[in-house]
């Protein structure tokens, strides 16, 4: 085929055929499978109800076809592609419903959007569903922990290891002599061909107790869906390291406390209930009572700060918190879904307590906690590492 013919063909797969594509190219065998799975969910004509091309969209209500449709898509098309065209046809198709019948839940491709949906759908998921639901979640869960878990621990481990720091070491056997030489250079005598350190740096004696509080406080309004489960995987990784003490609370108009159930992510994302109203401000004061070292506290607002509840007195307590030496980090989103939607009001109402509030991605998420502990300047961080 020569480069012309190939550019065609591509346009025809872009514009979808007909008259008026312009194209004059027709499709055969694989291209015309491709053609046709891209119809399904693409073809669905413009606001007056139209379609383009003349060709027929849509899947139906049939979960077989819909089923079958799945099985087409990951064979002509790369797994992130799949994903794509899944969120894609849930949304434009109203396939929901379908997504609580186990056959579409064995063929579909697992990942954090389809994760969300699911526990939207847990409080009127049938029993014979359950099972391949939660089948798909810890898939998706365990991925993520792989891609993700090595990264946390080595962040805090060393955020906790340089914050332990000591100018004043207290055994030959703490002394961090490279940083010391480094620190020392200028003191260097040539002649003795040696340098003499003015100033010594070491480590602390290494704490086995607790050396951080974290609360992580997360939204769990519809909105927030790919957020709660991010912030559910790195929970269950901060819970796992002795010398952080973590909490994970979810709200809407009611808080429930999960910290129980960190050692298992999936069963903590069952224990949420994507949806409802949100009270920042309820959410806000709970997780202050579970402060208790509040100079060695971190505390993660993870929220489109939409508020429902008494917008005041959530800035109050936030204020307060900080006051008290609390370490206080507001995510308007935990994802890689882009720029998020925020209450723009609230959001610079705490940018101006020195709270900045900003999105995060998950792949950036350990480097801000070891930032946190460290007790960097937070929002210098954020403009260097995330979107406005």
Do not use: W
């Given at each position: 085929m020569s480069v012309a013919d190939e550019r065609m063909r591509r346009w025809r797969l872009v514009l979808g055929g007909g008259s008026a594509d312009g194209t004059g190219c027709g499709?055969?065998?694989?291209?015309?499978?491709?053609?046709?799975?891209?119809?399904?969910v693409y073809d669905q004509g413009g606001p007056d109800g139209t379609r383009s091309g003349g060709r027929e969209g849509g899947l139906g209500a049939s979960a077989p076809r819909v089923a079958r449709w799945l099985g087409d898509i990951r064979t002509y098309f790369p797994s992130t592609v799949v994903q794509v065209m899944q969120k894609d046809a849930i949304e434009r198709l109203n396939l929901t419903r379908l997504l609580l019948e186990p056959e579409m839940l064995e063929a579909v491709e697992p990942d954090v959007h389809l994760v969300g949906t699911l526990l939207a759908l847990n409080k009127v998921m049938p029993d014979q569903a359950r099972e391949s639901a939660r089948?798909?979640?810890?898939?998706?869960?365990?991925?993520?922990?792989?891609?993700?878990?090595?990264?946390?621990?080595?962040?805090?481990?060393?955020?906790?290891?340089?914050?332990?720091?000591?100018?004043?070491?207290?055994?030959?056997?703490?002394i961090d002599w490279d940083r010391t030489i480094r620190a020392n250079l200028k003191n260097y005598l040539p002649e003795r061909n040696t340098v003499v350190p003015s100033r010594l740096v070491g480590y602390a004696r290494r704490q086995r107790s607790v050396q951080r509080e974290?609360?992580?406080?997360?939204?769990?309004?519809?909105?927030?869906?790919?957020?709660?489960?991010?912030?559910?995987?790195?929970?269950?990784?901060?819970?796992?390291?002795?010398?952080?003490?973590?909490?994970?609370?979810?709200?809407?108009?009611?808080?429930?406390?999960?910290?129980?159930?960190?050692?298992?992510?999936?069963?903590?994302?069952?224990?949420?209930?994507?949806?409802g109203g949100t009270d920042i401000n309820r959410a806000i004061a709970y997780g202050q009572g579970l402060i208790t070292r509040p100079a060695d506290s971190i505390f993660i607002l993870i929220s489109d700060l939409y508020e429902g509840g008494v917008r005041q007195e959530m800035l109050r307590r936030v204020a307060a918190m900080t006051q008290a030496g609390v370490q206080v980090i507001v995510l308007l989103a935990l994802s890689?879904?882009?720029?998020?939607?925020?209450?723009?009001?609230?959001?610079?109402?705490?940018?101006?307590?020195?709270v900045p509030a900003f999105a995060c991605t998950p792949d950036a998420f350990p480097d801000l906690m070891a930032a946190a502990i460290e007790r960097r300047d937070i929002a210098r961080w954020a403009e260097r590492h995330t979107a406005p």
């Open positions: 499709l055969e065998g694989v291209d015309a499978q491709m053609d046709a799975a891209l119809a399904a089948a798909l979640v810890r898939k998706v869960v365990t991925e993520l922990e792989r891609r993700l878990a090595q990264k946390t621990r080595a962040a805090v481990t060393g955020a906790l290891d340089r914050s332990a720091r000591t100018h004043r070491p207290k055994r030959v056997a703490d974290v609360v992580l406080c997360i939204d769990q309004s519809g909105s927030m869906a790919a957020s709660v489960v991010y912030s559910s995987v790195f929970g269950a990784v901060l819970a796992s390291m002795r010398s952080l003490k973590t909490s994970l609370v979810v709200f809407d108009t009611a808080v429930v406390d999960l910290t129980d159930r960190l050692h298992d992510p999936v069963e903590l994302l069952f224990g949420t209930q994507l949806g890689d879904e882009g720029a998020p939607f925020y209450d723009h009001e609230n959001a610079a109402a705490l940018a101006a307590m020195g």
